[in-house]
Protein backbone atom coordinates (compact mmCIF):
# COMPACT_ATOMS: atom_id res chain seq x y z
CA UNK A 1 0.00 0.00 0.00
CA UNK A 2 1.38 3.39 -0.86
CA UNK A 3 -0.16 6.89 0.18
CA UNK A 4 -1.09 9.22 -2.51
CA UNK A 5 0.27 12.80 -1.71
CA UNK A 6 -1.41 15.03 -3.74
CA UNK A 7 -4.80 15.94 -2.07
CA UNK A 8 -6.21 15.61 1.76
CA UNK A 9 -7.44 12.49 1.47
CA UNK A 10 -4.54 10.79 1.32
CA UNK A 11 -5.47 7.05 -0.32
CA UNK A 12 -3.68 4.30 0.62
CA UNK A 13 -3.64 2.51 -2.85
CA UNK A 14 -3.00 -0.86 -3.19
CA UNK A 15 -0.69 -1.64 -6.07
CA UNK A 16 -2.25 -1.36 -9.08
CA UNK A 17 -5.33 -0.38 -7.34
CA UNK A 18 -6.69 3.54 -7.32
CA UNK A 19 -8.00 5.94 -4.81
CA UNK A 20 -10.84 8.04 -4.30
CA UNK A 21 -10.15 10.23 -8.02
CA UNK A 22 -9.46 7.21 -10.01
CA UNK A 23 -6.50 8.76 -11.66
CA UNK A 24 -3.76 7.73 -9.62
CA UNK A 25 -2.16 3.97 -9.06
CA UNK A 26 0.40 2.43 -7.32
CA UNK A 27 3.80 0.58 -9.35
CA UNK A 28 6.37 -0.24 -7.37
CA UNK A 29 5.67 1.41 -4.20
CA UNK A 30 5.12 4.64 -5.98
CA UNK A 31 2.41 6.68 -7.28
CA UNK A 32 1.78 7.38 -10.34
CA UNK A 33 -0.69 8.89 -12.74
CA UNK A 34 -2.94 6.31 -15.01
CA UNK A 35 -3.25 8.47 -17.89
CA UNK A 36 -0.27 10.54 -18.40
CA UNK A 37 -0.12 13.15 -20.83
CA UNK A 38 -3.28 12.09 -22.04
CA UNK A 39 -6.05 15.22 -22.60
CA UNK A 40 -9.83 15.26 -23.01
CA UNK A 41 -9.25 18.96 -24.30
CA UNK A 42 -6.90 21.82 -26.07
CA UNK A 43 -8.29 24.36 -27.42
CA UNK A 44 -8.25 28.51 -27.25
CA UNK A 45 -10.09 30.46 -24.86
CA UNK A 46 -10.62 33.49 -23.39
CA UNK A 47 -9.69 33.63 -19.76
CA UNK A 48 -13.02 35.23 -19.36
CA UNK A 49 -14.87 32.34 -19.74
CA UNK A 50 -12.78 30.12 -17.00
CA UNK A 51 -13.73 32.53 -15.88
CA UNK A 52 -10.97 35.65 -14.66
CA UNK A 53 -12.68 39.23 -14.20
CA UNK A 54 -9.12 40.74 -12.48
CA UNK A 55 -6.98 38.90 -14.40
CA UNK A 56 -5.05 39.29 -18.12
CA UNK A 57 -8.22 40.79 -19.60
CA UNK A 58 -9.21 39.79 -22.82
CA UNK A 59 -6.29 37.25 -23.50
CA UNK A 60 -6.39 34.10 -25.10
CA UNK A 61 -5.02 31.12 -23.65
CA UNK A 62 -4.90 27.48 -24.53
CA UNK A 63 -7.13 25.32 -22.28
CA UNK A 64 -6.32 21.87 -21.40
CA UNK A 65 -8.61 19.58 -19.66
CA UNK A 66 -8.24 15.91 -18.52
CA UNK A 67 -10.75 13.89 -16.55
CA UNK A 68 -11.84 12.90 -13.00
CA UNK A 69 -12.01 14.85 -9.81
CA UNK A 70 -11.01 14.50 -6.03
CA UNK A 71 -14.93 15.42 -5.53
CA UNK A 72 -17.99 14.40 -5.72
CA UNK A 73 -20.01 17.77 -5.62
CA UNK A 74 -24.15 17.03 -6.39
CA UNK A 75 -24.65 19.09 -9.32
CA UNK A 76 -21.52 20.01 -10.85
CA UNK A 77 -21.04 21.45 -14.40
CA UNK A 78 -18.78 19.07 -15.13
CA UNK A 79 -20.18 15.78 -14.11
CA UNK A 80 -19.71 14.15 -17.69
CA UNK A 81 -16.04 14.33 -17.29
CA UNK A 82 -15.57 13.53 -13.52
CA UNK A 83 -17.54 10.69 -12.62
CA UNK A 84 -16.27 7.81 -14.23
CA UNK A 85 -12.44 7.75 -15.30
CA UNK A 86 -12.47 4.15 -16.21
CA UNK A 87 -14.82 4.56 -18.96
CA UNK A 88 -13.72 7.92 -20.88
CA UNK A 89 -9.43 7.10 -20.18
CA UNK A 90 -9.00 5.28 -23.54
CA UNK A 91 -10.76 8.06 -25.69
CA UNK A 92 -8.02 10.91 -24.77
CA UNK A 93 -5.81 12.19 -26.71
CA UNK A 94 -1.94 12.26 -26.19
CA UNK A 95 0.08 15.07 -26.24
CA UNK A 96 3.56 15.71 -24.81
CA UNK A 97 3.78 19.19 -22.84
CA UNK A 98 6.45 20.56 -25.78
CA UNK A 99 3.59 20.11 -28.07
CA UNK A 100 0.91 21.69 -25.93
CA UNK A 101 3.23 24.49 -25.65
CA UNK A 102 4.04 24.87 -30.05
CA UNK A 103 0.60 24.69 -30.14
CA UNK A 104 -0.12 27.76 -27.73
CA UNK A 105 2.79 29.61 -29.87
CA UNK A 106 1.74 28.49 -33.08
CA UNK A 107 -1.73 30.39 -31.89
CA UNK A 108 -0.43 33.21 -30.26
CA UNK A 109 -1.85 32.19 -26.33
CA UNK A 110 -0.90 34.36 -23.77
CA UNK A 111 -0.87 31.37 -21.44
CA UNK A 112 -1.63 28.14 -20.42
CA UNK A 113 -5.01 27.23 -18.13
CA UNK A 114 -6.21 23.92 -16.32
CA UNK A 115 -10.10 23.94 -16.53
CA UNK A 116 -13.11 21.68 -16.05
CA UNK A 117 -11.67 19.01 -14.06
CA UNK A 118 -9.63 19.52 -10.94
CA UNK A 119 -5.74 19.96 -11.76
CA UNK A 120 -5.02 17.54 -8.62
CA UNK A 121 -5.85 14.41 -10.05
CA UNK A 122 -3.10 15.24 -12.93
CA UNK A 123 -0.49 17.08 -11.12
CA UNK A 124 2.25 15.81 -13.13
CA UNK A 125 1.04 16.34 -16.24
CA UNK A 126 -0.08 19.65 -15.79
CA UNK A 127 3.27 20.70 -14.52
CA UNK A 128 5.11 19.56 -16.95
CA UNK A 129 2.74 21.98 -19.05
CA UNK A 130 3.57 24.71 -16.69
CA UNK A 131 7.10 24.65 -16.44
CA UNK A 132 7.97 24.97 -20.33
CA UNK A 133 5.04 27.76 -20.52
CA UNK A 134 6.64 29.40 -18.04
CA UNK A 135 10.18 29.06 -19.46
CA UNK A 136 8.84 30.68 -22.40
CA UNK A 137 6.95 33.71 -20.44
CA UNK A 138 3.60 32.79 -20.56
CA UNK A 139 0.86 33.28 -17.81
CA UNK A 140 0.11 29.67 -16.23
CA UNK A 141 -3.39 29.62 -14.22
CA UNK A 142 -6.29 26.94 -13.38
CA UNK A 143 -9.65 26.48 -11.75
CA UNK A 144 -9.55 24.37 -8.79
CA UNK A 145 -11.68 23.05 -5.57
CA UNK A 146 -8.96 24.24 -3.77
CA UNK A 147 -8.93 20.77 -2.18
CA UNK A 148 -5.30 20.02 -2.28
CA UNK A 149 -2.42 18.77 -0.30
CA UNK A 150 0.55 21.19 0.99
CA UNK A 151 2.70 18.76 -1.08
CA UNK A 152 0.43 19.82 -4.17
CA UNK A 153 0.68 23.84 -2.94
CA UNK A 154 4.29 23.39 -2.92
CA UNK A 155 4.86 22.28 -6.61
CA UNK A 156 2.34 24.67 -7.98
CA UNK A 157 3.49 27.98 -6.44
CA UNK A 158 6.61 28.11 -8.39
CA UNK A 159 4.31 28.25 -11.54
CA UNK A 160 1.28 29.23 -10.84
CA UNK A 161 0.45 33.18 -11.67
CA UNK A 162 -3.49 32.68 -11.14
CA UNK A 163 -6.19 30.09 -9.80
CA UNK A 164 -10.13 30.47 -9.99
CA UNK A 165 -11.16 28.24 -6.51
CA UNK A 166 -14.66 27.26 -6.27
CA UNK A 167 -15.30 27.10 -2.52
CA UNK A 168 -18.45 24.78 -1.69
CA UNK A 169 -20.39 26.80 1.29
CA UNK A 170 -20.12 25.77 5.05
CA UNK A 171 -23.11 23.61 5.14
CA UNK A 172 -21.76 20.31 6.74
CA UNK A 173 -23.45 17.85 4.86
CA UNK A 174 -23.38 19.59 1.61
CA UNK A 175 -19.37 19.13 2.05
CA UNK A 176 -19.92 15.66 3.20
CA UNK A 177 -21.74 15.12 -0.01
CA UNK A 178 -18.82 16.21 -2.08
CA UNK A 179 -16.46 14.49 -0.19
CA UNK A 180 -14.80 17.13 2.23
CA UNK A 181 -13.76 15.73 5.44
CA UNK A 182 -11.58 19.40 6.60
CA UNK A 183 -13.21 22.62 4.58
CA UNK A 184 -10.71 24.70 6.71
CA UNK A 185 -7.78 23.32 4.31
CA UNK A 186 -9.05 24.87 1.34
CA UNK A 187 -9.13 28.99 3.05
CA UNK A 188 -5.56 27.75 4.54
CA UNK A 189 -4.54 26.90 0.69
CA UNK A 190 -5.62 30.57 -0.13
CA UNK A 191 -3.85 32.29 2.51
CA UNK A 192 -0.73 30.90 1.52
CA UNK A 193 -1.60 31.36 -2.22
CA UNK A 194 -1.91 34.72 -1.63
CA UNK A 195 0.96 35.04 0.66
CA UNK A 196 3.20 33.87 -2.29
CA UNK A 197 1.66 36.73 -4.98
CA UNK A 198 -0.78 34.23 -6.82
CA UNK A 199 -3.49 35.66 -8.09
CA UNK A 200 -6.47 34.22 -6.16
CA UNK A 201 -10.57 34.52 -7.23
CA UNK A 202 -13.26 32.62 -5.83
CA UNK A 203 -16.64 31.46 -6.96
CA UNK A 204 -19.50 30.52 -4.89
CA UNK A 205 -22.53 28.46 -5.71
CA UNK A 206 -25.91 30.30 -4.42
CA UNK A 207 -28.08 27.67 -4.31
CA UNK A 208 -31.42 28.57 -3.03
CA UNK A 209 -31.30 28.70 1.62
CA UNK A 210 -27.37 28.54 1.22
CA UNK A 211 -27.40 32.05 1.50
CA UNK A 212 -26.02 33.14 5.19
CA UNK A 213 -23.25 30.45 4.67
CA UNK A 214 -22.13 32.09 1.36
CA UNK A 215 -22.05 35.70 3.64
CA UNK A 216 -19.81 33.89 6.01
CA UNK A 217 -17.68 32.01 3.70
CA UNK A 218 -17.39 35.23 1.53
CA UNK A 219 -16.32 37.53 4.81
CA UNK A 220 -13.65 34.88 5.33
CA UNK A 221 -12.01 35.43 1.78
CA UNK A 222 -12.21 39.51 2.25
CA UNK A 223 -10.19 38.86 5.69
CA UNK A 224 -7.71 37.23 3.62
CA UNK A 225 -7.21 39.92 1.33
CA UNK A 226 -9.92 42.07 -0.09
CA UNK A 227 -8.48 42.26 -3.59
CA UNK A 228 -9.67 39.31 -4.09
CA UNK A 229 -12.63 39.09 -6.00
CA UNK A 230 -16.01 36.94 -5.19
CA UNK A 231 -17.61 35.33 -8.07
CA UNK A 232 -21.52 34.55 -7.33
CA UNK A 233 -22.80 31.76 -9.35
CA UNK A 234 -26.37 31.33 -9.70
CA UNK A 235 -27.10 27.57 -9.21
CA UNK A 236 -28.79 26.04 -12.37
CA UNK A 237 -29.57 22.61 -12.03
CA UNK A 238 -27.18 20.43 -12.86
CA UNK A 239 -26.71 16.57 -12.74
CA UNK A 240 -28.98 14.98 -9.98
CA UNK A 241 -29.42 18.74 -8.33
CA UNK A 242 -33.42 19.42 -8.37
CA UNK A 243 -34.74 22.57 -9.31
CA UNK A 244 -35.83 23.76 -6.39
CA UNK A 245 -31.79 24.66 -5.54
CA UNK A 246 -31.94 27.13 -8.43
CA UNK A 247 -32.70 31.10 -7.29
CA UNK A 248 -34.04 33.67 -9.19
CA UNK A 249 -31.86 36.29 -10.44
CA UNK A 250 -33.24 38.98 -8.41
CA UNK A 251 -32.79 36.70 -5.69
CA UNK A 252 -28.96 36.09 -6.32
CA UNK A 253 -28.33 39.79 -7.31
CA UNK A 254 -30.17 40.66 -3.39
CA UNK A 255 -26.96 38.32 -2.45
CA UNK A 256 -24.38 40.08 -4.09
CA UNK A 257 -25.58 43.47 -2.34
CA UNK A 258 -25.33 41.89 1.36
CA UNK A 259 -22.19 40.78 0.34
CA UNK A 260 -20.73 43.95 -1.48
CA UNK A 261 -21.50 45.13 2.16
CA UNK A 262 -18.12 43.80 3.26
CA UNK A 263 -16.59 42.84 -0.57
CA UNK A 264 -14.84 45.26 -3.14
CA UNK A 265 -15.74 43.33 -6.12
CA UNK A 266 -18.62 40.86 -6.44
CA UNK A 267 -19.48 39.59 -9.87
CA UNK A 268 -22.90 37.50 -10.50
CA UNK A 269 -22.81 34.88 -13.38
CA UNK A 270 -25.23 32.87 -14.68
CA UNK A 271 -27.64 35.39 -14.72
CA UNK A 272 -28.60 36.58 -18.48
CA UNK A 273 -29.02 40.25 -18.76
CA UNK A 274 -27.67 41.30 -15.11
CA UNK A 275 -25.88 44.29 -14.57
CA UNK A 276 -24.07 42.50 -11.51
CA UNK A 277 -21.29 41.37 -14.01
CA UNK A 278 -19.86 44.39 -14.48
CA UNK A 279 -16.73 45.68 -12.57
CA UNK A 280 -17.98 48.72 -10.51
CA UNK A 281 -16.12 51.26 -8.53
CA UNK A 282 -16.27 50.65 -5.20
CA UNK A 283 -15.69 54.02 -3.98
CA UNK A 284 -17.96 56.01 -6.91
CA UNK A 285 -20.03 53.67 -7.90
CA UNK A 286 -18.94 54.14 -11.84
CA UNK A 287 -18.86 51.31 -13.96
CA UNK A 288 -15.61 50.91 -15.09
CA UNK A 289 -15.66 47.42 -17.43
CA UNK A 290 -19.07 45.80 -18.61
CA UNK A 291 -19.50 42.43 -19.57
CA UNK A 292 -21.99 40.00 -20.89
CA UNK A 293 -23.32 36.60 -19.80
CA UNK A 294 -21.07 34.09 -22.17
CA UNK A 295 -23.07 30.10 -21.07
CA UNK A 296 -22.94 28.58 -18.01
CA UNK A 297 -19.74 30.19 -15.30
CA UNK A 298 -18.81 32.27 -18.03
CA UNK A 299 -18.38 36.17 -19.39
CA UNK A 300 -17.36 38.12 -21.99
CA UNK A 301 -16.11 41.59 -21.74
CA UNK A 302 -17.98 44.38 -23.49
CA UNK A 303 -15.93 47.28 -22.60
CA UNK A 304 -12.97 47.57 -20.79
CA UNK A 305 -10.97 50.12 -18.73
CA UNK A 306 -7.32 49.56 -20.07
CA UNK A 307 -5.87 51.79 -17.55
CA UNK A 308 -7.05 50.33 -14.25
CA UNK A 309 -8.03 53.85 -12.41
CA UNK A 310 -11.20 54.96 -12.35
CA UNK A 311 -11.81 58.68 -12.50
CA UNK A 312 -12.07 59.06 -8.96
CA UNK A 313 -8.99 57.99 -8.21
CA UNK A 314 -9.64 54.25 -7.06
CA UNK A 315 -7.43 51.86 -8.86
CA UNK A 316 -8.75 48.31 -9.71
CA UNK A 317 -6.56 45.41 -8.73
CA UNK A 318 -5.66 43.88 -11.69
CA UNK A 319 -3.09 41.16 -12.39
CA UNK A 320 -1.24 40.85 -15.63
CA UNK A 321 -1.25 43.08 -19.11
CA UNK A 322 -4.72 43.47 -20.84
CA UNK A 323 -4.73 42.38 -24.33
CA UNK A 324 -6.04 44.97 -27.32
CA UNK A 325 -9.01 43.12 -28.52
CA UNK A 326 -11.24 40.19 -26.89
CA UNK A 327 -10.61 36.87 -28.59
CA UNK A 328 -14.09 35.57 -30.51
CA UNK A 329 -14.26 32.04 -29.65
CA UNK A 330 -15.13 30.44 -33.11
CA UNK A 331 -18.30 28.41 -33.52
CA UNK A 332 -18.88 28.78 -29.46
CA UNK A 333 -22.17 30.25 -27.90
CA UNK A 334 -20.52 30.48 -24.14
CA UNK A 335 -20.23 27.59 -21.71
CA UNK A 336 -17.55 24.79 -21.66
CA UNK A 337 -17.16 23.38 -25.24
CA UNK A 338 -16.36 19.98 -23.99
CA UNK A 339 -19.10 19.16 -21.22
CA UNK A 340 -21.70 20.69 -23.36
CA UNK A 341 -20.50 17.84 -26.39
CA UNK A 342 -20.51 15.08 -24.10
CA UNK A 343 -24.11 16.00 -22.89
CA UNK A 344 -25.07 16.07 -26.22
CA UNK A 345 -23.71 12.74 -26.62
CA UNK A 346 -24.84 11.53 -23.88
CA UNK A 347 -28.69 12.70 -24.89
CA UNK A 348 -28.61 10.71 -27.81
CA UNK A 349 -27.32 7.39 -27.24
CA UNK A 350 -29.78 7.76 -24.65
CA UNK A 351 -32.39 8.12 -26.78
CA UNK A 352 -31.19 5.27 -28.41
CA UNK A 353 -31.34 3.18 -25.15
CA UNK A 354 -27.45 2.79 -25.08
CA UNK A 355 -26.60 1.67 -21.77
CA UNK A 356 -23.16 0.92 -21.82
CA UNK A 357 -20.60 3.47 -20.41
Not at 59 to 77: M, W
Not at 121 to 148: D, H, I, Q, T, W
Not at 161 to 180: F, P, S, T, V
Not at 184 to 202: F, M, P, R
Request: with cysteine.
Amino acid sequence: MTICPYCPHHCDIAYGGTGICGMYTAVSDEITERFPDHWLMITQVSVETIPFVHAFPQAKALQVSTIGCNLKCPGCVSEVLVRNPDDMGTGLKIQSAQEIIDEAEKNDCKGIVFCLNEPTVSLPSFLRVARLAKEKGMFVGCSSNGYFSEHTLNLLLPVLDMINIGLKGKDEKYLRACGIINDSVVIQNIKKLVQAGVHVETALMHAKGQENDLITQAKEVVSISEKIPIQIMRCMAFGDLGQEFEPSIPESELLCDQIREYASHVYLFNSPGTAYINTVCPDCGDVLSSREMYGPMGCRPVTFLDNRTCSCGYKVPLTGMASSSRYEEEGMDGGYRPTRALECIQGIVTCLGVDDP
